[in-house]
């Protein structure tokens, strides 16, 4: 009889064990439940705050927000003449920088022409590090510099191993991808601060978020220009400067050379162009955008990728040259 109690007594608990587990793991699930659900909502209020609310209140005048001239760095890239362009659509006069003087020119007589705006251009190449800066900031001395566009990247011919770059090519990385953006932010930001205005816009890439091998070096340089840009904006916002990380998905320009599934625009692979009409509308508004609101929601979709999967497809996509 003891024993058939103390059975009974063993079931009765391991009944209020069971529906005690049942009950936590309902707090869990309910706890869970809720997270992703306030994350969906923040994240759809960002989307609309970022990406829509600007269009409703029209174009703001950028040379009265922050200032005369901007600088595009990596000016005759696709990017670089998309957001040249836009920027001088909005009355601000530019300075362009790239290493290709006789493209420099073409672009800049093109924007002249069309937007009735002044330009600059300055030729030199990144590439060559400490030997590129005295020249620029001659040529930016006196101006009244707004907005600063780092634009100015490398990126591999086709995904390869680290140790298949050569010396050169981990050199041009450097100076190139995480040289220029800090070397150009220490010329252009001591004006800004002393007129308490000004926005820098540091192109970072999607690469920054998730680990990217075979494009190691590439996707280092963004989440550093990433990285920079916030941990800037917290030293120099008190001072009236926007900092702001951009950071685009696929994009296609004259750095994807769009193969295959890329070889098209479309809905999630924006013209460069198409691109920057979307990105200029975030400046003042977001710190760190994707810039372009479909972009957005992959970057939401991105978050639920576990990191092998991002690394296994990262590792098989094929960019082409940069084209500075």
């Not at 990385?173 to 995480?178: H, L």
């Not at 996707?219 to 008190?238: G, I, P, Q, V, W």
């Not at 497809?313 to 082409?320: E, Q």
């Amino acid at each position: 009889m003891a024993a058939v109690d103390s059975f009974s007594l063993l079931l009765r608990e391991i009944g209020r064990s069971y529906n005690y587990g049942i009950e936590m793991l309902a707090v869990i699930g309910a706890f869970y439940a809720t997270k992703v659900c306030v994350t969906i909502l923040n994240d759809t209020y960002v989307l609309i705050r970022v990406h829509f609310v600007p269009r409703i209140f029209g174009r703001p005048d950028l040379s009265k927000q922050y200032g005369k001239w901007a600088v595009v760095t990596g000016g005759t890239s696709s990017l670089g003449i998309s957001y040249a362009k836009e920027l001088a659509s909005r009355g601000v006069d530019l300075i362009l920088i790239s290493r290709n003087r006789e493209k420099l020119e073409a672009v800049a007589k093109e924007i002249v022409e069309t937007y009735n705006i002044r330009t600059a251009i300055v030729v030199t190449d990144f590439s060559r590090g400490r030997e590129a800066y005295p020249a620029l900031k001659k040529a930016l001395e006196g101006k009244e510099i707004g907005v600063l566009v780092n634009n100015v990247g490398v990126l591999y011919p086709l995904p390869d191993s680290f140790t298949s770059l050569t010396e050169a090519q981990v050199w041009e990385f450097i100076n190139v991808n995480i040289g220029a953006a800090n070397m150009m932010v220490h010329l252009v930001l001591p004006g800004m601060v002393q007129r308490k205005k000004g926005a820098i816009v540091n192109v970072s890439s999607i690469s920054c978020c998730k680990p990217c091998p075979r494009y190691t070096a590439y996707s280092a340089s963004k989440t550093y220009l990433d990285h920079f840009s916030r941990s800037l904006h917290y030293e120099y916002a008190s001072h009236g400067i926007f900092i702001q990380s951009l950071i685009p998905f696929f994009i296609c320009t004259n750095v994807t050379t769009c193969r295959n599934t890329l070889s098209k625009t479309g809905f999630f692979v924006p013209s460069s162009d198409e691109y920057v009409r979307h990105a200029v509308t975030t400046l003042g508004v977001s710190r760190r955008t994707t810039g372009y609101w479909p972009h957005t929601l992959l970057m939401i979709l991105a978050r639920f990728v576990p990191e092998w999967i991002w690394a296994w497809v990262v590792s098989r996509i094929k960019y082409g040259q940069k084209s500075l």
